[in-house]
């Protein structure tokens, strides 16, 4: 995440002169200081022992939470013993940090702050003096922000006899642990999800004998904007409603919210359990559409409290601002074009483009209009922008803006041979671009609904089907207003350059906004699509491209017939496998085999993950993979997807962990460094009663996993 608060000449300042100490100390110069503490003064060989990072604050300055809103959580490495394992660091309840001006900067911490860890030592270790090494990261600020980061050490005893509290620390790292978030009984949460906000009922279970104050929702997955002001009331029935903005930056297809809801005088008597642990599903009412129920609650609704012609002049306005938007611009880039281009032509033909266009703006808004009324009809809740909620939508979008690009760029050109045929078809192919063009700049302008357009259609969501349609055409209108005005009065296309060699130019230049159009869409399907499903995509956009090239080489002007007809099969051939590679399928069309057979579910892997399942006497199938690695994603698709092998791993209801080494993994790189490993693919069996796991060979086939779970 960007640091919104360290500049870079910051950065150069401070880095070189930073170094790392010897153990148990902080670097220099640091206003934190770190070091490793235990709860118990020793360990048993195979049992676990909190350890916790201990980070003391100067006053005023702060570290980070997990989710830190600006700055970088605080993160740590450790070199154990062979044998050890570490879990992951745990998250007391974070505060709201707010600079010397007031300002909030972010989620975190100041004073003394431990956060707690979980080792266990390996089952065959010796009784005897060792040492546990980690690295430490961390950024620490006040009105600036300086990394920070540290090799520190912490000396422990293992013994045979049951250990006794740390007489130091033993008691605090208690506390934090038994203070970390967690759900209660005595609170019931649930959330529902508006356009703008999140809404959180918090209910006691029963008669409460403490009143929590000072609520403040923290949220894990940047859903919740960190920085906008929270509302507290009271509920009637001795609970709350806490709403809380929701950030445009969040995740826009989360269906649960996930955080940490604090109160200041705690959610238990005595000022007990400071954070509760927030792990909810939207509820059906609340996970509305973007710009669905959620707007039209605040919208003028034409006939019921707020006047038609109001609603109109801001359908009409928000129509125009969208001239304006990202998404829109490519295509206003393609029509100042288009009027360059016609400059010195008769106003009649200049005007009849303009009309043309916002008729093929009119009539795509009408047909949104029409198909919104018939899904509203059959009880979907819609909002504006709901097509993009296709993957396949979207997929075909972006490949549309991608060979529009190439085509800017000058990579082939479409309608060559019109220059023969006649002035008659050169007017009626250029109309037909006019209207089309105005298709495409009401299809792209969905997800860029002006704050000035929510109102008005979220009053055309809600109103009569006669109304939404006058609604929609003032939308219509408003975006097509710029080009008319520019049609209707010569003297604005006289003030436009005459054509020359900088055409060329400047149409190339205007393709990069559709390649950034695209690149967003792409960006959209990433969330909409399976791993696999993307991979498709990406590898697809790449054979359309080949493809739009392969037809701009040979059937470029003056090619002979046999070169035109060559790129021409080109562009079908490769374009239309480049089309079944990554059309975007629903869940099961995308999983390998048949459908009647259940997917394989990953869970993630992690040492605690293996120490339960083995626990309960499973076995246990772990697959070390990354993104990046070839031959896993072949495994992945000719043996993970197969039907013989789905189909045991369901009957024998197999536990399947993944660990992902896509990203560094300090916990990966040390479980595969304990089998003298340094690479993926890598896949183990740990079966019921057995010390050790069966270790499988690189390349995988079916035969060879389910041999080897069948083996006694």
């Not at 219509?476 to 006289?494: D, R």
């Not at 969330?527 to 991979?535: H, K, M, N, P, V």
Request: aromatic share 10%; glycine share 10%.
């Amino acid at each position: 995440m960007m640091l919104r608060r360290v500049s870079f000449a910051t950065l150069l300042c401070v880095l070189p002169s930073i170094g790392l100490s010897r153990a148990g100390a902080a670097t220099t110069p640091s206003h934190v200081a770190a070091s490793l503490v235990a709860a118990d003064s020793s360990v048993q060989p195979g049992k676990a022992i909190t350890v916790a990072l201990r980070l003391v604050h100067d006053p005023r300055w702060h570290t980070y939470w997990v989710f830190p809103g600006t700055g970088l959580p605080t993160s740590i490495k450790w070199t154990l013993p062979a044998g050890w394992q570490a879990g992951d660091l745990q998250w007391p309840a974070p505060h709201i940090l707010k600079d010397s001006k007031g300002n909030v900067v972010g989620n975190g911490y100041e004073g003394e702050l431990f956060l707690p860890v979980t080792l266990t030592a390996a089952a065959d270790a010796k009784a005897g003096e060792i040492e546990l090494k980690a690295a430490v990261d961390w950024l620490m600020c006040e009105d600036i922000c300086i990394p920070g980061s540290a090799k520190l050490s912490l000396p422990l005893r293992v013994a045979i006899d049951a250990p006794a509290p740390d007489p130091q620390w033993g008691g605090k790292i208690r506390a934090t642990v038994a203070a970390l978030p967690r759900t209660d009984p005595a609170w019931k949460i649930t959330a529902e999800r508006t356009a703008k906000d999140v809404v959180l009922r918090v209910t006691p279970a029963g008669a409460s004998a403490h009143t929590p104050k000072d609520l403040h929702f923290f949220s894990e997955d940047g859903l919740v904007s960190y920085e906008l002001p929270q509302t507290v009331k009271p509920d009637g029935h001795g609970g709350f409603l806490l709403t809380a903005p929701i950030d445009s930056a969040g995740p826009p297809q989360a269906t649960q919210l996930l955080g940490v809801l604090t109160s200041e005088s705690g959610w238990l008597p005595g000022g007990e359990l400071r954070g509760l642990r927030v792990a909810v599903e939207f509820s059906a009412g609340g996970q509305l559409a973007a710009m669905g129920k959620g707007a039209s609650a605040n919208a003028p609704r034409a006939g019921a409290g707020g006047p038609l012609a109001g609603t109109l002049f801001v359908a009409f306005l928000g129509g125009l601002i969208l001239n304006l938007m990202p998404c829109v611009f490519p295509v206003l880039g393609i029509k100042i074009l288009g009027f360059v281009n016609q400059a010195g032509h008769d106003r009649g033909k200049v005007v009849a483009h303009g009309l043309v266009f916002a008729l093929g703006v009119l009539l795509s808004f009408w047909a949104l209009a029409g198909l919104l009324a018939i899904l509203r009809a059959s009880g979907d809740q819609l909002g504006w922008g709901f097509q993009l909620q296709s993957a396949a939508f979207v997929y075909a979008l972006a490949v549309l803006m991608l060979a529009f690009g190439m085509n800017m760029s000058g990579v082939f050109e479409f309608g060559l041979g019109a220059t023969a045929v006649g002035s008659g078809l050169q007017a009626k192919t250029g109309y037909a671009g006019s209207f089309f063009t105005g298709v495409l700049a009401t299809i792209v302008a969905t997800p860029c609904s002006a704050p000035f357009l929510a109102p008005a259609l979220g009053a055309a969501l809600a109103v009569s089907t006669a109304q939404s349609f006058v609604i929609f055409t003032a939308i219509a209108v408003g975006l097509s207003t710029p080009y008319l005005l520019l049609s209707i009065f010569p003297q604005a296309v006289k003030v436009l350059p005459r054509p020359g060699a900088w055409m060329e130019t400047f149409k190339q230049f205007m393709a990069f906004p559709l390649y950034a159009t695209t690149g967003y869409l792409v960006w959209v399907l990433a969330a909409q699509t399976s791993d696999e499903g993307f991979r498709g995509v990406l590898f697809s956009l790449v054979l359309v491209a080949m493809a739009v090239w392969m037809y701009g080489r040979w059937h470029a002007p003056g090619a002979s017939a046999g070169r035109a007809r060559f790129g021409l099969a080109s562009l079908l051939v490769v374009g239309a496998f480049g089309l079944w590679l990554g059309w975007p399928r629903d869940a099961q069309a995308q999983t390998s085999g048949s459908a009647a057979i259940p997917a394989i579910n990953w869970e993630p892997w992690s040492p605690d993950a293996v120490a339960k399942l083995r626990a309960e006497g499973r076995t246990i199938y772990v697959d070390f993979t990354a993104r990046w690695c070839a031959t896993c994603q072949t495994n992945k698709k000719l043996v993970f997807g197969s039907d013989d092998v789905r189909r045991y791993f369901a009957e024998k209801k197999i536990a399947t962990l993944r660990a992902d080494w896509t990203n560094k993994d300090p916990r990966i790189t040390a479980e595969l460094a304990s089998y003298g490993r340094s690479a993926v693919p890598f896949n183990l069996i740990w079966k019921p009663g057995r010390d050790s796991p069966v270790v499988l060979p690189e390349l995988l086939t079916s035969s060879t996993v389910l041999d080897a779970l069948k083996a006694e």
